[in-house]
């Protein structure tokens, strides 16, 4: 954790856009609360509340310029409870980790290389992600920033593809299961993938412009969030909302009713090993700085390693199979990460004005 590992504002836009849209590509965050045409409702209005707490992460940096939300709880709260909440975000990033690096093993494991250790699987994109790591965020942020034309590349490409398929009939009738279906879609939209934006709280602070960092935020939020919300319209319309709704990984099923000779499952693979590698490198590089930054020391790297290590046996540990993966992905991990993507923020933002109205009267 070096202060002069300076990057654009435009890197992060890049970088920000490859993390939003992430995995993406095999599965839908608007799916599973029996909201089945509705799920892109349940979506859209997920969108508009990840604005509003965008808005609120900018209000959070714009009152404490250059820092990591690590230090902004030790602001904020005191030495001790700043602390202990920073060391709950670290759990968070790697619980947060820890999914997307066993949703990835699954993921290959059962459609690419079913007799391949799902163990040496995982443990191939930590090693990839560990090494982008310990280069610093200039590197992953250079990475990333070639990569995402490739993956956008691959999105349209299938999306184009699969025309021939769509049904608009497959999205109505509209409301048909009611509105508590959409509200539990939308919940689950805020929290995956827009309140884990939160995560670049801890990145901020590396980029070299400060002035255009809102700028840069909410654009991959508004294209990355146009991108999820094309495919999420293209699965419902190709698939249908009940088979959808029983689908593990609905968008290699889709790419599926592509007819031969087009076979476009490894692009899927491809896209998923960007989104993956960008989301996992984010968490671990937030989580290394974060303890680097509990120790006042200056460095992430020597904790790269060993958080790594942690982090694959966190995955092996947590899930047995594919099954309790995706119940603890719908009824566990919305509810978990909301307080660190909302609650918290939201106090911080609070104490921050006050602090602030406090600070301009007493000059």
């Known amino acids: 954790m070096k202060k002069f590992e300076k990057i654009s504002a435009f890197q992060l836009f890049l970088w920000m856009l490859t993390f939003t849209f992430g995995d993406m590509s095999i599965i839908n965050p608007a799916v599973g609360y029996g909201a089945g045409q509705d799920s892109w409702i349940g979506f859209g209005i997920g969108w508009i509340l990840g604005i509003f707490i965008m808005l609120m992460y900018m209000t959070i940096i714009k009152l404490n310029p ?4 690590i230090e902004i709880l030790k602001d904020c709260f005191g030495k001790c409870l700043g602390i202990m909440l920073g060391i709950c975000y670290i759990i968070y990033f790697m619980y947060a980790n820890s999914l997307v690096v066993r949703e990835f093993g699954e993921y290959i494991y059962i459609i690419n290389y079913p007799d391949t250790p799902i163990l040496f699987i995982m443990a191939s994109l930590v090693f990839l992600v560990s090494f982008a790591v310990k280069k610093g965020p200039e590197s992953i942020a250079r990475v990333y920033g070639i990569l995402v034309y490739v993956f956008i590349f691959f999105v349209i490409m299938v999306s184009l593809l699969l025309i021939p398929h769509i049904q608009l009939t497959n999205i109505f009738p509209m409301l048909e299961n009611g509105w508590y279906p959409i509200f539990r879609s939308s919940i689950s939209s805020v929290a995956f993938p827009f309140g884990e934006l939160v995560i670049f709280m801890m990145i901020y602070d590396n980029v070299n412009n400060n002035e255009n960092i809102k700028k840069a935020a909410f654009s991959a939020m508004m294209i990355g969030g146009s991108i999820i919300f094309i495919t999420i319209l293209r ?3 190709v698939l249908g909302p009940s088979l959808l709704e029983n689908l593990t990984f609905p ?3 889709s790419s599926e009713l592509i007819p031969d000779p087009m076979n476009i499952s490894p692009l899927i693979a491809i896209n998923l090993i960007i989104g993956s590698s960008a989301e996992s490198s984010t968490y671990l590089y937030a989580s290394t700085k974060g303890i680097a930054q509990l120790l006042n020391l200056n460095d992430h790297r020597p904790f790269v ?3 790594a290590i942690l982090l694959l046996i966190l995955c092996m540990w947590n899930y047995h199979d594919i099954f309790q993966f995706f119940n603890s992905v719908s009824e566990v991990y919305v509810y978990f990460a909301i307080p ?7 106090i911080i933002m609070i104490i921050s004005l006050i602090k602030k109205k406090n600070l301009s009267q007493n000059i």
């Open 340 to 346: 660190f993507q909302v609650i918290i923020p939201f």
């Open 305 to 307: 390693f060993p958080m």
């Open 66 to 69: 250059s820092k990591t939300i």
């Open 235 to 237: 699965d419902i319309m």
């Open 251 to 253: 968008g290699q099923t």
